[in-house]
């Protein structure tokens, strides 16, 4: 997990300060000798690192921090606004255009990602705003490129321009020619990289940006390269000037330098980040809810959201309805089951929980396996039978089995999980958790709008 050793580092130096009491400035000291040597082992920039110090210490030490009631909580909150600062304070979103397509160029060095997590961003800007992309095949140096774009575009149900192995210049400008007669209202181009940042690939890119003009030049680059990434993004930005960076297998690095270093040492924001490998595993990047990870605070926002997205409003009311009248089948059963696949990997659901809702999570898995034999047997009982499980006897049950080339004891076991799920339904039904679950399922669904 991302940042997962800084995190560990950084609460046990708070905890020790939280069990002083009142603190001298010698105690505020001590403690940022120990954040110094924490950021210094998760690959920050040492630049980074000294200045960082530098204004917590001169913030902690004040007066009013000192004498305060609280002083270790004032000093952990000051250390969190100076992270989220570190990493550019506000969310940076991509620039659209007022006429025509939104064009954006994804750069960066062979192997960063830039084929998939352009297709991943095309996914993201479809699916919380609304847009219609269009991915341009602009590599044509790098072998099985173009077949590799029209994979992930085809995983996600988005279009993929390509001509073949052409000039990628021309290619770029008869994509958004092709993206203006057919309505899609962004374009974007996936280059070729190199295995180093050489003047033929910025010769290439430069040509590219003058005949394009696009709106946004994101670099994508590898976390997991530590101050690699940090330093690529200072030659690509010299040489070409871009907008913003993508910062691709965070969950990989449990360091997190990269993140914490990009911003401050090339005055570009990061405005994306890739959390795993299944293409909708990519984010918006919010330095603020960041670094409350990092401290260990949690990120409910970016849990909500992410319900949000896997969130169906009118199966939420239908089952709303079922459960007041205790109806809870095992087709909704599997429908509950398919929105939880749906929100990911439990284990990236924990950073984004406080506290020991976090550790409680780290580690745990959906049962891809589980999943997929619950899945097999309920599809293989009539729609009556999903809706009414009483009548499965042993006949039935022996059908179902055979159907989908499990044992009955395997459908035995579903029916008694079921068993407890109504069990719960009938609880939940009978008033312990009141009128408000309707209220809090109704505010999940709204739909976002990018500006």
């Given at each position: 997990?991302a940042?997962?050793?800084?995190s560990?580092?950084?609460n046990?130096t708070?905890k020790?300060?939280r069990?002083?009491?009142r603190l001298?400035?010698?105690?505020?000291?001590?403690?940022m000798r120990e954040?110094?040597?924490?950021?210094?082992?998760?690959?920050?920039?040492f630049k980074?690192v000294k200045?960082?110090?530098?204004?917590?210490?001169?913030r902690a030490?004040?007066?009013?921090?000192?004498?305060?009631?609280?002083?270790?909580?004032?000093?952990?909150?000051?250390v969190n606004?100076?992270?989220?600062a570190l990493?550019?304070?506000t969310n940076s979103?991509?620039?659209?255009?007022?006429n025509?397509p939104?064009?954006?160029?994804?750069?960066?060095?062979q192997g960063?990602g830039?084929?998939?997590n352009?297709?991943?961003?095309?996914?993201?800007?479809?699916?919380?705003?609304?847009?219609?992309?269009?991915?341009?095949?602009?590599?044509?140096y790098?072998?099985?490129?173009?077949e590799?774009?029209?994979?992930?575009g085809?995983?996600?149900?988005i279009?993929v321009f390509e001509?073949g192995?052409?000039?990628?210049?021309?290619?770029?400008?008869?994509?958004i020619?092709?993206?203006?007669d057919?309505?899609?209202?962004m374009?974007?181009?996936d280059?070729?990289?190199r295995?180093?940042?050489?003047?033929?690939?910025?010769?290439?890119?430069?040509r590219?940006?003058?005949?394009?003009?696009p709106?946004e030049?994101l670099?994508v680059v590898?976390?997991?390269?530590?101050q690699?990434?940090?330093?690529?993004?200072?030659?690509f930005d010299e040489a070409?000037?871009?907008?913003?960076v993508?910062?691709?297998k965070?969950?990989g690095?449990?360091?997190?330098?990269?993140?914490?270093s990009i911003r401050?040492?090339?005055g570009?924001p990061?405005?994306?980040v890739?959390?795993?490998e299944k293409?909708?595993?990519?984010e918006?990047?919010?330095?603020?809810r960041?670094a409350s990870r990092?401290?260990g605070?949690g990120?409910?926002?970016s849990?909500?959201e992410?319900a949000e997205?896997?969130?169906?409003e009118?199966?939420?009311?239908k089952?709303?309805?079922?459960?007041?009248?205790n109806?809870?089948?095992?087709?909704d059963y599997?429908?509950?089951?398919l929105?939880?696949?749906?929100?990911g990997d439990l284990s990236q659901?924990a950073?984004m929980?406080?506290?020991a809702?976090g550790k409680?999570?780290q580690?745990a898995?959906i049962?891809e396996?589980?999943?997929?034999r619950t899945?097999?047997?309920?599809?293989s009982?009539?729609p009556?039978?999903r809706?009414?499980?009483?009548?499965l006897?042993?006949s039935?049950?022996k059908r179902i089995?055979?159907?989908?080339?499990?044992?009955?004891?395997?459908?035995?076991r579903l029916?008694?999980?079921?068993?407890?799920?109504q069990?719960?339904t009938?609880?939940?039904s009978?008033?312990?958790?009141?009128?408000g679950?309707?209220?809090k399922?109704r505010g999940?669904?709204r739909?976002?709008?990018?500006?």
């Amino acid at each position: 997990m991302a940042f997962e050793g800084l995190s560990e580092k950084l609460n046990a130096t708070f905890k020790r300060l939280r069990g002083k009491g009142r603190l001298t400035e010698n105690d505020v000291k001590e403690a940022m000798r120990e954040v110094r040597l924490a950021l210094l082992e998760a690959d920050v920039s040492f630049k980074v690192v000294k200045e960082f110090v530098s204004h917590v210490t001169e913030r902690a030490t004040g007066a009013d921090v000192l004498d305060s009631l609280t002083p270790a909580q004032q000093v952990i909150k000051i250390v969190n606004e100076e992270l989220t600062a570190l990493m550019g304070s506000t969310n940076s979103r991509i620039s659209m255009a007022n006429n025509g397509p939104t064009v954006v160029m994804m750069v960066g060095l062979q192997g960063a990602g830039k084929t998939t997590n352009g297709a991943k961003l095309a996914g993201l800007m479809r699916r919380q705003f609304g847009k219609r992309p269009l991915l341009a095949a602009c590599d044509v140096y790098r072998p099985a490129a173009i077949e590799q774009l029209k994979v992930v575009g085809g995983q996600l149900d988005i279009p993929v321009f390509e001509l073949g192995q052409g000039d990628p210049v021309h290619i770029a400008e008869e994509a958004i020619r092709h993206a203006r007669d057919h309505g899609n209202d962004m374009v974007l181009l996936d280059t070729a990289g190199r295995l180093h940042v050489d003047t033929e690939l910025m010769d290439e890119l430069k040509r590219m940006k003058a005949a394009v003009h696009p709106n946004e030049i994101l670099l994508v680059v590898d976390a997991m390269t530590g101050q690699d990434a940090v330093n690529a993004a200072s030659a690509f930005d010299e040489a070409l000037g871009i907008d913003g960076v993508v910062l691709t297998k965070l969950d990989g690095d449990a360091r997190g330098g990269a993140a914490l270093s990009i911003r401050a040492t090339t005055g570009k924001p990061i405005k994306f980040v890739g959390t795993g490998e299944k293409l909708d595993m990519i984010e918006l990047f919010h330095p603020d809810r960041m670094a409350s990870r990092i401290l260990g605070m949690g990120d409910m926002l970016s849990f909500i959201e992410k319900a949000e997205q896997n969130y169906d409003e009118k199966q939420a009311k239908k089952l709303e309805e079922k459960l007041r009248k205790n109806r809870f089948t095992l087709q909704d059963y599997y429908d509950q089951l398919l929105q939880l696949r749906g929100m990911g990997d439990l284990s990236q659901l924990a950073g984004m929980m406080p506290g020991a809702m976090g550790k409680q999570l780290q580690g745990a898995t959906i049962d891809e396996k589980a999943l997929s034999r619950t899945e097999a047997i309920i599809l293989s009982m009539t729609p009556l039978e999903r809706e009414n499980p009483q009548i499965l006897g042993a006949s039935r049950k022996k059908r179902i089995a055979a159907g989908c080339g499990l044992q009955v004891v395997d459908v035995n076991r579903l029916l008694k999980q079921f068993d407890m799920m109504q069990q719960l339904t009938r609880q939940l039904s009978h008033g312990r958790m009141g009128g408000g679950m309707g209220g809090k399922m109704r505010g999940f669904g709204r739909k976002k709008r990018f500006r």
